[in-house]
């Protein structure tokens, strides 16, 4: 059972990531740069449903039923899969094939907080900020821990919507 946890979370995992990663792409070809809210909840669409159609197809293989603690240890485990392979083609994005996407980033950033109303002062001082904390190694880890983040406020919620205990105690699945 553990091998097929593992192999299914990273299968799962593989495939979400993937599915995420070819969002991002488009939404770097079409020039949104993370701008545009349509294409931002497509993108959770797809991560919240990920996590759902996983949890479920998981729970069919280990017999029908699962606890709430499984649902959620395999949607995480799911996650780190996906956050590795996210960060990896963030990293891939950012300083190979488009060297200038922060520049772009920092700047629709900057138009976005002045047309909200915050002085130039506080503008600066955040994009500033923003700036110093572009570095490869903490873009990687912060990434990998805001996807984790976001994913375990998600899989609490999907993981006892998924849940489906056994009635029969004496089975032997632990889902008592």
């Known amino acids: 059972m553990k091998n097929s946890f593992l192999q299914s979370a990273a299968t799962h995992g593989l495939f979400i ?5 070819i969002l991002a792409l488009l939404d770097w070809r079409l ?12 993108s959770y669409t797809v991560w919240i449903g990920g ?4 949890a479920i197809v998981y729970r069919k293989q280990a017999g ?4 709430y603690g499984q649902a959620f240890g ?23 094939i488009d ?8 700047a629709l950033t900057e ?17 500033e900020v923003s700036s110093k904390l572009s570095h490869p190694v903490l873009h990687f880890l912060s990434s990998i821990f805001s996807t984790l983040l ?11 919507i998924v849940r489906k205990v056994n009635p029969n105690p004496f089975t032997g699945n632990g889902n008592l």
């Open 17 to 21: 990531g993937l599915a995420l990663i």
């Open 31 to 42: 020039g949104y740069y993370g701008q545009n809210t349509a294409f931002s909840l497509l």
């Open 51 to 54: 996590l759902v159609w996983s």
């Open 64 to 67: 029908g039923y699962i606890s």
């Open 74 to 96: 395999f949607s995480i485990t799911v996650a780190a899969v996906y956050a590795i392979l996210g960060a990896l083609f963030s990293l891939l994005l950012i300083y190979v």
């Open 99 to 106: 060297p200038g996407y922060m520049e772009t980033v920092l």
């Open 111 to 127: 138009e976005a907080l002045l047309n909200a109303g915050m002085p130039q002062a506080q503008v600066d001082m955040a994009l």
């Open 150 to 160: 976001i994913s375990a406020i998600i899989a609490l919620i999907t993981s006892a």
